[in-house]
């Protein structure tokens, strides 16, 4: 039971471009929504979060999107740079003290940014 | 500012061999949680501790699988017996509090032939 689906393994994009990577989800509880990035042989590294009570959230070149009729969020890369290259990992988690430190991780997709 | 700090950071082991993974939170953080990412799974979360209490060990796949966390800045995640199937990268992370943002160590590597 995937409760937190990246649908797409992987993601090419040119330097310069825009990147966009999607995420879903099934479970109504989740109210916040996280996004980490992992390169290789190190641990996931903490991008940018959103709030339910939010539908966007920017953070210089980063920008979430959070659609909760659709259950759906997006992470836009703008201006996408070769050392963006690498795993992007969505996660969600629930309401409350307890539940909030849950965090349920999608599989990830493999951003390759091309110069 | 040291982040997590994990050991080994990799781990070839036979199976049947007891197997002891360690980590340091960051300074001051009163969270701890272990993760383990395999092809087949992803990243899931085994256990957290809150200020050294174990809250939550639901995720914890089998009885050979313990954790510990004698004081507020080492913890341990053990597997005895081993198994082919524990081989996967274990992360630990730590955060300021129970809801806070999670800051992930290195992993350590775990193959079991």
């Known amino acids: 039971d995937q409760q937190v689906k990246q649908n797409s393994p992987s993601l090419s994009v040119q330097e310069g471009r825009i990147s966009i990577l999607n995420c879903d989800y099934t479970?109504?509880?989740?109210?916040?929504f996280l996004w980490y990035k992992k390169y290789p042989a190190e641990g996931p590294t903490f991008l940018i979060s959103i709030s339910s009570i939010k539908d966007k959230n920017e953070d210089g070149r980063f920008t979430v999107f959070l659609n909760k009729s659709a259950k759906h969020l997006s992470l836009h890369i703008v201006p996408s740079q070769p050392g963006d290259s690498a795993v992007y990992f969505c996660?969600?988690?629930?309401?409350?003290?307890?539940?909030?430190?849950?965090?349920?991780f999608g599989e990830g997709t493999q951003l390759t940014v091309n110069p | 500012d040291a982040g997590v700090i994990q050991s080994p950071r990799h781990e070839v082991t036979e199976m049947g061999q007891e197997v002891t993974l360690r980590c340091k939170p960051i300074?001051?953080?009163?969270?701890l949680f272990w993760y383990r990412q395999t092809m087949m799974r992803g990243l899931e979360l085994l256990i957290y501790?809150?200020?050294?209490?174990?809250?939550?060990d639901s995720g914890m796949p089998e009885d050979r699988f313990s954790a510990k966390m004698p004081n507020a800045s080492f913890s341990t995640l053990k597997i005895q017996p081993s198994e082919p199937r524990d081989s996967a990268v274990y992360f630990c992370a730590s955060s300021l509090r129970l809801s806070g943002t999670q800051y992930f160590g290195p992993g350590t590597r775990l193959l079991v032939l």
């Open positions: 501790f809150n200020n050294n209490v174990p809250i939550d």
């Open positions: 479970n109504s509880m989740f109210d916040y």
């Open positions: 300074s001051g953080h009163n969270s």
């Open positions: 996660a969600a988690t629930g309401a409350g003290e307890t539940s909030g430190s849950r965090l349920t």
